[in-house]
């Protein structure tokens, strides 16, 4: 049949536009997001043993992290970093995570006028979010 494609596309589009209007108010009312959604990470610093796992597990090595010792001898984090600009979000980083430090979280509002500001400084960050949950 010739004009079975056509029929077929067209009875689509009637359904779609006699349907329901599916319309979210964004800013003033936040998205219901489900769970698997990977739109940033974060890091509880204090879990964090160092062992840069999670810098080995980043396919386009976006993760640098610095760790001295301590007096007992163990390794403490000192910096983190991850340039989320190449961030593939793929979670390999957090599934490499032995303490469960790192994690992918619902966030999704991270755009930036400038592509310096994509160098998240991940233990300033989590400062700032514990801030903004606790008010």
Not at 12 to 18: A, H
Not at 111 to 129: A, C, G, H, Q, T
Request: aromatic share 6%; glycine share 8%.
């Amino acid at each position: 049949m010739l004009g079975k494609g056509l029929l077929t596309g067209m009875g689509i589009v009637l359904k779609k536009m006699l349907g329901p209007n599916i319309t979210e108010f964004y800013p003033e009312v936040m998205p219901n997001l489900p769970k698997t959604v990977r739109s940033s990470m974060g890091l509880e610093p204090d879990k964090c043993i160092s062992c840069t796992l999670c810098a080995l597990a980043c396919p386009n090595k976006v993760i640098t992290l610095t760790s001295e010792k301590d007096e007992n001898n163990k390794k403490v984090l000192k910096t983190y970093h991850m340039d989320v600009g190449r961030c593939l979000f793929c979670g390999l980083c957090t599934e490499a995570c032995p303490t469960n430090a790192l994690t992918v979280t619902q966030e999704f509002e991270n755009s930036v006028f400038y592509p310096e500001d994509l160098y998240w400084d991940m233990i300033e960050r989590s400062k700032r979010n514990g801030k903004e949950g606790n008010e």
